[in-house]
C-alpha cells in the first residue's frame, strides 16, 4: 500500500484484514519513492513481488503518477495490478492512469462507504 496518510493507512490495513479472505499480508510505504525502492529489493533479491499495490495518487516526494510511470518501463514490476484508492475524482486524473491500473476506487470520506470501497479490494485476490 502507497500511503501517505497514516489514519487512511490504518483503516484500510483494518478492513482488509477483516475481509473475508484475509489473505493479504500488508506493506505500507509513504510515497512513490519508497514504493520504488520495496519493489526494486524484491525484484534484486528475488523476494516475492507483491499480489497488487494499493496506490493513492496524491502524494509527497514521488507521486502516483510518476509512480506508474516508473514501474511501467520495468518489466517485472509493470504486470503487478495496481489499484488506485485516492480523492481525487478529476476525469484527467482517471484519464491519465486507465491503462496502467486494473481499479480506480475514490476514497468516500463517509467511514461507512470507506470500508464499503476498501472491502471490494479485500474480494479480489490476483492469481
Known sequence: MVE???LDAL??????SESEKNLYQIKE?????EAIAY??????????LPDLI????NLPRMNGF?????ITKTEDLKTIPVFI?????????VEKVQ???????????DLEEFETAVSRIGKVRPD
Open 4 to 6: 501517505d496518510n497514516r
Open 11 to 16: 483503516l484500510t490495513s483494518e478492513i482488509l
Open 29 to 33: 510505504v509513504k510515497d512513490g519513492i
Open 39 to 48: 519493489l526494486r529489493g524484491c525484484s534484486n533479491s528475488g523476494s516475492a
Open 54 to 57: 494499493l496506490l493513492d495518487l
Open 66 to 70: 510518476d509512480f506508474l510511470d516508473e
Open 85 to 93: 484508492l485516492t480523492t481525487s475524482s478529476d476525469e484527467e486524473d
Open 99 to 109: 491503462e496502467f491500473v486494473d481499479s480506480y476506487l475514490l476514497k468516500p470520506l
